[in-house]
């Protein structure tokens, strides 16, 4: 009977403690608030121009959350009060969102209040590409287009065309910024866009356009 009572006793404190860890998970995969980007930061621009580089060995070390701050504020922060942003879009439409792929989970990136809100937990970065270098990397940040947005073009060839050419002054402020403040990165095409809209849970209409993988650069 005492046997009995102390397995029944062990078993209640797994359980107990299974509950509170899987509560702490859960409280622990919430919203970002990230905190104001610093602008003073960086070298002057024709230097950065000099030095920006694609490149794919990363440091195993997460990125800081000012840091992280800094980047997604320089791909596609909000710069004036109304509402332009560091990127431009045709017709300031602003048709896409950056999807943030990390170690605890997946992030969209809310630029009008500066935060990640989370999307699915769990670590995806091995399915941000198809290069192993990919899920080395401590941030993946994915563009995606939503073609709905882009209402004057009736044909969908042209309103890729579009997103397209929004996306890619995104990724370069990315690149500039890496450059800028020692960061690596390297701008990526190669992905499967049907897994990953089914990981980020994209509606028809969003589309996954490019991505770039970031982290500070590997000691040597």
């Given at each position: 009977?005492?046997?009995m009572?102390?397995?029944l006793?062990?078993?209640?404190?797994?359980?107990?403690?299974?509950?509170?860890?899987?509560?702490?998970?859960?409280?622990?995969?919430t919203?970002?608030?990230?905190?104001?980007?610093?602008?003073?930061?960086?070298?002057?621009?024709?230097?950065?121009?000099?030095?920006?580089?694609?490149?794919?060995?990363?440091?195993?070390?997460?990125l800081?959350?000012?840091d992280?701050?800094?980047?997604?504020?320089?791909?596609?922060?909000?710069?004036?009060?109304?509402?332009?942003?560091?990127?431009?879009?045709?017709?300031?439409?602003?048709?896409?969102?950056?999807?943030?792929?990390?170690?605890?989970?997946?992030?969209?990136?809310?630029?009008?209040?500066?935060?990640?809100?989370?999307?699915?937990?769990?670590?995806?970065?091995?399915?941000?590409?198809?290069?192993?270098?990919?899920?080395?990397?401590?941030?993946?940040?994915m563009?995606?287009?939503?073609?709905?947005?882009?209402t004057?073009?009736?044909d969908?060839?042209?309103?890729?065309?579009?997103?397209?050419?929004?996306?890619?002054?995104?990724?370069?402020?990315?690149a500039?910024?890496?450059?800028?403040?020692g960061?690596?990165?390297?701008?990526?095409?190669?992905?499967?866009?049907?897994?990953?809209?089914?990981?980020?849970?994209?509606?028809t209409?969003?589309?996954?356009?490019?991505?770039?993988?970031?982290?500070?650069?590997?000691?040597k």
């Amino acid at each position: 009977m005492r046997k009995m009572t102390g397995v029944l006793v062990l078993l209640s404190f797994v359980l107990m403690m299974t509950l509170v860890m899987s509560t702490a998970s859960a409280q622990d995969f919430t919203t970002i608030k990230l905190s104001p980007p610093e602008t003073d930061n960086g070298k002057p621009l024709m230097q950065v121009f000099k030095e920006r580089k694609s490149d794919r060995e990363f440091a195993d070390t997460k990125l800081t959350l000012q840091d992280l701050s800094n980047l997604l504020w320089a791909a596609d922060g909000i710069t004036r009060q109304d509402g332009k942003r560091t990127a431009p879009s045709a017709r300031n439409v602003q048709e896409y969102d950056i999807y943030v792929i990390m170690e605890q989970g997946v992030y969209v990136y809310e630029p009008k209040n500066h935060e990640l809100v989370p999307v699915v937990e769990g670590d995806y970065r091995k399915s941000a590409g198809v290069q192993a270098y990919v899920a080395a990397a401590p941030v993946d940040l994915m563009y995606v287009a939503d073609l709905s947005k882009i209402t004057w073009m009736p044909d969908k060839t042209a309103k890729l065309s579009i997103a397209y050419i929004d996306v890619g002054f995104i990724a370069e402020n990315v690149a500039l910024f890496c450059a800028s403040e020692g960061f690596v990165s390297v701008p990526r095409l190669n992905m499967d866009t049907d897994k990953l809209a089914q990981i980020m849970r994209l509606n028809t209409d969003q589309k996954v356009i490019l991505s770039t993988s970031v982290g500070y650069p590997k000691q040597k």
